[in-house]
T-cell receptor
């Protein structure tokens, strides 16, 4: 079974600085997708960024980028120029190419200090 | 506006009672999911349905039941057999991409918090 591990229960960052959230996963599949979801205090989950395993290029969405290391099964999220609105719980997630079942990590709480 | 509506937001239940959480979507999505969220454990899949009148157990289905009689609705019943039902419940939906491949993005409701007294 696939598993997703987020080893950092909590992280803090100063406003305008950069922070990296870690995620590792375990799978025997060669084609799959990885995601970072954000859950702000309102509890509404929002997709931040997604990476297809067959793509070597790391995904980027504005201030959010990933470092995808397929061989190491590592998928970290970098948030640049952190803003107060980035404070949330961040979940790393995995799904196979087919089937639509997402497996989530335990989450990392990100606190942003002004 | 299109989206997923969960109700109620907060629910209190006495031990031994069944309760039903509602999930309605107007996104025309085929697949719908129920996740349970507990502190420090992330989201765990309870049940999912990829088409009307069909659903499958997720990783923690014991003590829960679902139905999918309409495309837009996927209610979850927490039965008295669920030993530790106090949790935050999230409903989500998506549609497959071309040839059934994952699009990857789940659309979530705002959640329902169930507390057993």
């Amino acid at each position: 079974a696939q598993t997703v591990t987020q080893s950092q229960p909590e992280m803090s960052v100063q406003e305008a600085e950069t922070v990296t959230l870690s995620c590792t996963y375990d799978t025997s599949e060669s084609d799959y997708y990885l995601f970072w979801y954000k859950q702000p205090p309102s509890r509404q989950m929002i997709l931040v960024i997604r990476q297809e395993a067959y793509k070597q290029q790391n995904a980027t969405e504005n201030r959010f980028s990933v470092n995808f290391q397929k061989a190491a099964k590592s998928f970290s999220l970098k948030i640049s120029d952190s803003q107060l609105g980035d404070a949330a719980m961040y979940f790393c997630a995995y799904c196979r190419e087919y089937g639509n079942k997402l497996v989530f990590g335990a989450g990392t709480i990100l606190r942003v200090k002004s | 506006d299109g989206g997923i509506t969960q109700s109620p937001k907060y629910l209190f239940r006495k031990e031994g009672q069944n309760v039903t959480l509602s999930c309605e979507q107007n996104l025309n999505h085929d697949a719908m999911y129920w996740y349970r969220q507990d502190p420090g454990q992330g989201l765990r899949l309870i049940y999912y349905s990829q088409i009307v009148n069909d659903f499958q157990k997720g990783d923690i289905a014991e003590g829960y039941s679902v139905s999918r009689e309409k495309k837009e609705s996927f209610p979850l019943t927490v039965t008295s057999a669920q030993k530790n039902p106090t949790a935050f419940y999230l409903c989500a939906s998506t549609s497959p991409g071309l040839a059934g491949r994952n699009t990857g993005e789940l659309f979530f409701g705002e959640g329902s918090r169930l507390t057993v007294l």
